[in-house]
């Protein structure tokens, strides 16, 4: 148990360092990730969070797991909707990145252990790494990705993201406090 | 000739009422219902709290980038699943707390002033 605690706090740190070493301290004006960049990571954080959702619904026979998982993956498409929705009103493709890629494969190892629990231990793995996932974005949002958005539309729809994670936070929250 | 009528007896009764004081008390003195709106956005309900009297209507808009419903505590009452620009509206016979059954977090409270 504690190796997957570990794992989801070493890939979560990786994901905020890989953040923040992209962001120049000496010149905060220059951004390292560009608008197409902000794009695609947006929409790819969102997705592997409907990916979890999916394993979840799949493995998982407990209300509070299941009802936490249907509103992360309405939630998560919503917000690929509408990013998917603005980047194609602004002709913007989003753009792979070393950000998106190391997002990606943290998410692959997530879900191969994620795939080999059952029962509680699913269900214990699944919200330690909503919690954690969610605090690692939600920095990553705050601190990096709405300062270096060009776009005040992106960076509008990124404020707007922020209750929704917040609040997603608190409710994981929540719903850890069943598995201690 | 109908409509004479009709003008003739409105004239009378605005009369009676001038000379007699209150045609009908009981309506004029009572206060009209009235609806109190409670906007659902950035993850909350605004006002938290509304303070409404007995048959009053409370309107929910919900202008947040996902969905949300309201469910009162003990399950008496619950709005369907509202999206944005989805509105739904209920007249509370008590004060009850309701939340989000969608997002558990988010809470708000109606207070229906005892007469």
Redesign the interface.
């Known amino acids: 148990m504690k190796t997957i605690k570990t794992f989801t706090i070493a890939a979560c740190s990786m994901f905020i360092i890989m953040l923040l070493s992209s962001t120049d301290t000496t010149a905060q004006k220059t951004p390292q990730l560009t608008d197409p960049e902000i794009a695609s990571v947006t929409v790819t954080a969102n997705q592997i969070d409907v990916d979890y959702a999916l394993i979840a619904e799949k493995k998982s026979q407990n209300a509070d797991i299941l009802?936490f998982a249907k509103?992360m993956k309405?939630?998560h498409n919503?917000?690929i909707a509408?990013a998917v929705n603005l980047a194609r009103k602004l002709g913007v493709t989003p753009k792979t990145n070393s950000v998106t890629q190391s997002l990606l494969d943290g998410a692959k190892t997530m879900k191969k252990t994620l795939n080999s629990k059952s029962g509680k231990a699913f269900n214990k793995a699944y919200i330690d790494n909503e919690v954690a996932y969610h605090e690692s974005v939600i920095g990553a949002v705050e601190n990096v990705l709405i300062p270096e958005s060009q776009n005040a539309e992106l960076k509008g729809l990124l404020v707007?993201?922020l209750?929704?994670l917040?609040?997603?936070l608190?409710?994981a929250k929540?719903v850890q406090k069943e598995f201690k | 000739m109908t409509q004479r009528l009709i003008k003739w007896s409105s004239a009378g009764a605005v009369i009676a009422c001038l000379l007699f004081g209150s045609c009908n008390t009981s309506s004029s003195n009572a206060v009209k219902p009235k609806t109190d709106t409670v906007v659902i956005d950035q993850m909350k309900f605004t006002p938290a709290v509304v303070t409404i009297n007995k048959g009053d209507t409370v309107l929910f808009i919900n202008n947040d980038i996902v969905a949300h419903n309201a469910t009162e505590v003990n399950k008496t009452w619950a709005s369907p699943t509202l999206n944005n620009g989805d509105s739904w509206k209920i007249v509370p016979d008590k004060s009850a707390g309701y939340f989000c059954s969608i997002h558990i977090v988010m809470t708000g409270k109606i207070v229906v002033k005892e007469e």
């Open positions: 009802r509103t309405d939630d919503a917000v509408m707007k993201v209750p929704t917040k609040t997603h608190e409710h929540m």
